[in-house]
T-cell receptor, first 115, second 108 residues
Framework: ETGVTQSPTHLIKTRGQQVTLRCSSQSGHNTVSWYQQALGQGPQFIFQYYREEENGRGNFPPRFSGLQFPNYSSELNVNALELDDSALYLC??????????????FGAGSRLTVL | GQSLEQPSEVTAVEGAIVQINCTYQTSGFYGLSWYQQHDGGAPTFLSY????GLEETGRFSSFLSRSDSYGYLLLQELQMKDSASYFCAVDNFNKFYFGSGTKLNVKP
């Protein structure tokens, strides 16, 4: 089974710009969660998508938004980029129920640098 | 909200046993997970405890006490490849909130 794939792997933006990050979930997974991981810190929950709807959100401003598509892939959009948005953005997929519902499978991440 | 506390760094020698503790406060709780992350890598799942007690998976074991809002990860027969960061994460109704991580340094 294919794992979680994210693109791009690295990108550099300037303050005020907008960025879109993409994620393909693992086969058989219908739930996608996005995390922000600053250097030396743990992953911080941004939001989760299930059945193409936002299904929970962490402490992130509205300029962080997302989408989930019928094939369960997902996008994370960040508007009006700030320097503090520089981080590794991780996508994780999971099942909504049954065996494996409590296991997150992470992609390798997209490293965003904001200058 | 959620808050999780775990030691920032632990050092141990090859072959030893190490315990990484995690205390948490959360508004909702299904269970406690542990993830391993090597430098430059993605977090990978190690264990999940929904009920009180010890779960063993090979060299790794994880413990949960729901009444104490406390858990730990026990790593036995440490190997150099175990050098990594370890994160506890609370399952708040299928949304996972992570601690800041414990960096484990295994020395020969």
């Amino acid at each position: 089974e294919t794992g979680v794939t994210q693109s791009p792997t690295h990108l550099i933006k300037t303050r005020g710009q907008q960025v879109t990050l993409r994620c393909s979930s693992q086969s058989g997974h219908n739930t996608v969660s996005w995390y922000q991981q600053a250097l030396g810190q743990g992953p911080q929950f941004i939001f989760q998508y299930y059945r193409e709807e936002e299904n929970g959100r962490g402490n992130f401003p509205p300029r962080f938004s997302g989408l989930q598509f019928p094939n369960y892939s997902s996008e994370l959009n960040v508007n009006a980029l700030e320097l503090d948005d520089s981080a590794l953005y991780l996508c994780a997929s999971s099942r909504d129920r049954g065996s494996g519902a409590n296991v997150l499978t992470f992609g390798a991440g997209s490293r965003l640098t904001v200058l | 909200g959620q808050s999780l506390e775990q030691p920032s760094e632990v050092t141990a020698v090859e072959g030893a046993i190490v315990q990484i503790n995690c205390t948490y406060q959360t508004s909702g709780f299904y269970g406690l997970s542990w993830y391993q992350q090597h430098d430059g890598g993605a977090p990978t799942f190690l264990s999940y405890n929904a009920l009180d007690g010890l779960e063993e998976t090979g060299r790794f074991s994880s413990f949960l006490s729901r009444s104490d809002s406390y858990g730990y990860l026990l790593l036995q027969e440490l190997q150099m490849k175990d050098s990594a960061s370890y994160f506890c994460a609370v399952d708040n109704f299928n949304k996972f909130y992570f601690g800041s991580g414990t960096k484990l340094n295994v020395k020969p």
